[in-house]
């Protein structure tokens, strides 16, 4: 399966052109592409309605449906989103805090 992999695009045009591309690519070398795990992120969209926000990728033409732009997305591990502000940055950070807690909670501290 293919993951991790981006592309940026100027437009949905722009956009299937290079999905149309790597579907070529993957199927040459019989990579599966799991349009379930893809998201797109669009950032000053051109259209308004939302329903037409996606691209098919893949031998399946699996719609990917772009995220909400209040929605964040991790790329290789940086956080990015369409809308602005960092109220996301604010619950990314207060997950992780959570997530170590629960790990060290139950820990004893000793002297070794």
Known sequence: YADDTQWIAKSKVEATKISLIAN?????????INGGKSEIIVVN?????????????????????ANKGSDAIRILGVWFK????????????????????GAIRRKHITHA
């Open 24 to 32: 070529e690519f993957f199927d040459i070398n019989d990579i599966k």
């Open 82 to 101: 369409a809308d602005k502000g960092d109220k996301h940055t604010e619950l990314i950070v207060k997950k992780e805090i959570l997530t170590i807690l």
């Open 45 to 65: 969209p051109e259209d308004s309605n939302e329903n037409e926000r996606f691209i098919e990728i893949g031998k399946n033409k699996d719609k990917v449906f």
